[in-house]
């Protein structure tokens, strides 16, 4: 991880410069589009290391750098449930051990995976239950945490055997026969996810009765950013999208965060997660993450992400009751406490933060190529920008990282949520626009491509061919284009 | 970075400044062969080869092991311990380069092998069933109970090789079986990034033992010959993002070693955050990993193989005094970080004692002032 300094702001010209007899060098500005996350959260790295590194405004306070180094390593380290070591306080029932388990290159997204193995670095993916019945979708909480937990520590057992979860990756064909107007192919994937009866813990929930879907994790790069957009300009989008009548997003439902937010408290609209569930980043995915995937306790969440069913069940399980040496009441009393001890310091859990909100987005690339240039062109005739809205300017007092102030950003995203109707999208059916920024560096990071809330699109073409609902006209404006527009397009894509 | 990607642009025009009747392209492939000649030699001559000593490192580890299980004495433990060692050293050199295969959303080598904390009670557990366990089951396990911490755990204690009589055969077992799945993460590396097309007959035997470790390549073929992806800049945005890899590996490694691994155990005084816990090892450990950072500027595996076509060599080009410091920077991290032993102390004796702060401060200055250094050059230039 790499301590910068602050980044100078000239290209040289080479040939120019050099042949025209002149100066040696020639010097622009660039422009402000190259600082996809701002002048201060913008770091110009390309390489398989460009999702991690702090941003300019981390690196060069003493302190923050070392908050930041200190994160990164909260954040990578795998806890153990041993006492004895330290990153300890594992479970008793868990999702992962890890940040970084589900965020490979830290920015980076998981790997479209056949199956579902959380011990497989590369599969990011959370398991969903729910109720396919209801037109909300809700999640079966009444016996499963809502990210469903499929690990446990011995004698715990897990509430769903991983073991049970099946991931079958199946063709989809739409009404073009996959094929481009020029007649080109292509191929489409779809997910779908079956957990046997024999894979729950709980002999009361009928899996008949529900369904499963997976969701694959979102980027951490340039968050606090998105974070620092005023909840006055994310109403204001939204109603401007209500105003124009199309393609009108779904903004998140308000959140009460008094008591949450050390900087925020009051009622903001949700703009993290695929359906918009978390306002602020201080009560965000990854502040509650870091808890709630690991069960990892700190002084602001001394007790478990459990639920009451499957506490009620682990008590009353014999083998538990043996293999710990204490009775019902006891082990009940654990699972369920409010003020158990903090297995994570606040000290080392503000440092996590720090990491959260300081990782950089990379810097823009190629938009001086004329093929990137008409790929922009494309992107807004297209129509693209109606839902991936290319910039913002963050508020003017940002508290958590006041340096994030007043930034002009190009998260290409409206913050809201939009139905694609996709084949058999799962739970997140009506889903918030994804940041394109610095996704074209996939490649080099990841070594793959693999796109959309459950990775089903594997490149960019892909990723646009599965764009239905409000933005079909989208899509067929792409499928009739010529390839070496499609091509233009990705290029603009994979530069921004 | 982008002054890195500045800097070498600088160099391009350096390179450009003879020939201005050329067009864009005549000078992008001119350094298209510059960037292709320092990457190919950075792949050949010091990745492949500290991959390939890593791997017979680790297969003379599994060797020594066995003795070991078959005739447990004292010799045959301490030559087991010194096995490890070698194979710890290998591994600690390749830090400057830890990406492409050996990353999490790749092969996870890195996190397959080198996991620390270790879950004891679940090693604990496995040793009181009296281990059966093969390598093959073994490779399937999560990281904290394999890997080189876990047979580090097994072969020594305070610093210390143990007393053979201490070892169990459960123990025994959990050595071998462990040594297995750490032989074929290492082969793993190696034959990702040189082809398995390019490796010998015996090192290909080792990789297929294994259809599991055969199976993960095949899922991640992206990572198949990683050597000819990097040397052709396949899927970088330039040639220069995929030079910047050299100088990008030294800056973070240079930067953990000394914020992450000496400052922040020594600050928090927790001992627990020292490397290498059960070798004491750690001293040597960091100055590898500086080690890394000087093969990979300078070329080659150590100084009897340095080559001429380098980092260091494009630096001296611009900036002759810088690329000096550079280098006079990586030889005092080397001795300033030997430093923190001072008195004979362990680096967990430090930390756990709290002595030799002066050094410890010092070897950490030097860590990232050669983080910036890497980091900076365009701007120092």
């Known amino acids: ?496 | 970075m982008k002054q890195f990607t500045f800097w070498i642009s600088c160099l391009s025009i350096i390179l450009a400044s003879t020939a201005c009747e050329d067009n864009n392209n005549t000078n992008e492939e001119q350094n298209a062969e510059l960037y292709r000649g320092i990457l190919e030699q950075y792949v050949n001559t010091t990745i492949i080869p500290t991959y390939r000593s890593l791997a017979t490192a680790a297969l003379e580890m599994r060797a020594a092991n066995e003795k070991l299980k078959n005739t447990p004495t004292n010799e045959n433990m301490q030559a087991a311990s010194d096995a490890w060692m070698n194979a710890r050293v290998w591994w600690e050199l390749s830090e400057a380069f830890l990406f492409g295969p050996v990353g999490e959303n790749a092969l996870d080598i890195d996190g397959h092998i080198d996991s620390w904390p270790l879950e004891l009670e679940d090693i604990q557990s496995e040793l009181a069933s009296g281990t059966g366990l093969t390598g093959q089951e073994a490779w399937q396990k999560d990281a904290e109970v394999i890997g080189f911490h876990v047979t580090e755990y097994l072969l020594y204690r305070d610093g210390q090789s143990r007393p053979v009589a201490d070892l169990s055969t459960a123990e025994l077992n959990y050595l071998t079986a462990a040594t297995d799945a750490l032989v074929w993460d290492c082969v793993l590396a190696y034959v990702a990034w040189v082809g398995e097309e390019n490796v010998t007959d015996e090192m290909k035997i080792v990789f297929r033992e294994n259809p599991d470790v055969v199976a993960h390549l095949d899922n991640n073929s992206y990572y198949k010959n990683f050597a000819r992806k990097l040397t052709t800049a396949d899927g970088y945005s330039s040639w220069a993002d995929a030079l910047s890899e050299i100088a990008v590996g030294a800056a973070e490694i240079a930067g953990e070693v000394g914020t992450t691994k000496i400052e922040a155990p020594y600050v928090a005084g927790n001992v627990m955050e020292v490397e290498s816990w059960y070798s004491w090892h750690s001293i040597d450990d960091y100055r590898n990993n500086i080690k890394s950072i000087k093969n990979a500027y300078l070329g080659g595996v150590n100084d009897n193989t340095r080559q001429t076509v380098t980092l260091s060599s494009l630096v001296r080009q611009i900036d002759a005094d810088l690329d000096s410091r550079v280098k006079a920077k990586i030889e005092e991290c080397l001795e300033k970080i030997a430093a923190i032993g001072t008195g004979g102390k362990s680096f967990y004796e430090v930390v756990r004692d709290q002595v030799n702060s002066e050094q410890v401060g010092a070897a950490v200055d030097a860590c990232n002032e050669l983080q910036q250094l890497f980091d900076a050059l365009p701007e120092i230039l």
């Open chain 1, 1 to 496: 991880m790499g301590r910068r300094t602050t980044i100078t702001r000239v290209l040289l010209l080479l040939t120019a410069a050099a042949c025209s007899g002149g100066d040696a060098v020639k010097e622009k500005q660039y422009s402000e589009e190259w600082y996809a996350g701002g002048v201060n959260g913008t770091v110009f790295n390309a390489t398989s290391r460009a999702y991690r590194q702090p941003m300019n405004i981390i690196s060069e306070d003493p302190l923050l750098y070392q908050q930041f180094m200190r994160g990164e390593r909260v954040a990578e380290k795998s806890f153990v449930a041993d006492n004895s070591m330290s990153y300890s306080g594992l479970g008793p029932v868990y999702i992962r051990k890890s940040c970084i388990a589900c965020h490979p290159s830290y920015g980076g997204r998981g790997k479209r995976v056949d199956k579902f193995d959380t011990s497989d670095s590369r599969n990011s993916y959370l398991l969903m239950i729910y109720d396919p019945s209801l037109p909300d979708l809700p999640l079966a909480t009444s016996h499963f945490t809502g990210m469903t937990q499929t690990s446990a520590v011995p004698p715990f057992k897990p509430p769903v055997d991983e073991a049970g979860v099946h991931l079958q990756w199946l063709p989809y064909v739409d009404e073009h026969g996959n094929k481009y107007e020029d007649g080109t192919a292509y191929e489409l994937v779809y997910p779908r996810v079956t957990i046997d009866q024999s894979a729950i813990l709980f002999p009361d929930f009928d899996m008949s009765r529900h369904a499963a879907s997976i969701e694959a994790t979102i980027g951490l790069y340039g968050v606090a950013l998105l974070d620092a957009i005023s909840d006055e300009d994310l109403r204001a989008q939204h109603a401007a999208e209500v105003e124009r009548g199309y393609c009108v997003g779904v903004i998140g439902a308000d959140i009460d965060e008094t008591g949450l937010n050390p900087y925020y408290p009051g009622k903001h609209p949700g703009r993290f997660t695929y359906l918009c569930t978390r306002a602020t980043l201080d009560n965000g995915p990854g502040s509650n993450a870091i808890w709630n995937i690991t069960n990892v306790t700190r002084p602001d969440r001394a007790y478990h992400y459990i639920t009451d069913a499957y506490a009620r069940l682990s008590a009353a399980d014999p083998d538990v009751q043996q293999a710990l040496g204490q009775t019902g009441e006891e082990i009940l009393a654990y699972l369920l406490a409010r003020d158990l001890p903090p297995e994570m310091t606040a000290a080392d859990y503000e440092a996590f933060m720090v990491w959260h909100r300081g990782i950089a987005v990379p810097a823009a690339r190629d938009l001086d190529n004329p093929v990137v240039q008409r790929g922009r062109t494309l992107f807004n005739e297209t129509g693209c920008t109606a839902c991936h809205r290319p910039s913002w300017t963050t508020r003017t007092d940002y508290a958590p990282l006041p340096a994030l102030s007043n930034q002009k950003i190009f998260p290409y995203t409206d913050l809201l949520r939009h139905d694609l109707e996709m084949h058999e999208p799962g739970r997140a059916r009506v889903c918030r626009t994804t940041p394109l920024w610095g996704r074209g560096l996939m490649k080099v990071t990841s070594g793959y491509t693999d796109m959309l809330h459950d990775l089903r699109a594997r490149d960019y073409p892909e990723a646009i061919l599965w764009h239905g609902g409000e933005a079909k006209p989208c899509k067929e404006k792409f499928r009739k284009m010529s390839r070496e527009d499609r091509e233009a397009l990705v290029k603009f894509l994979e530069a921004i």
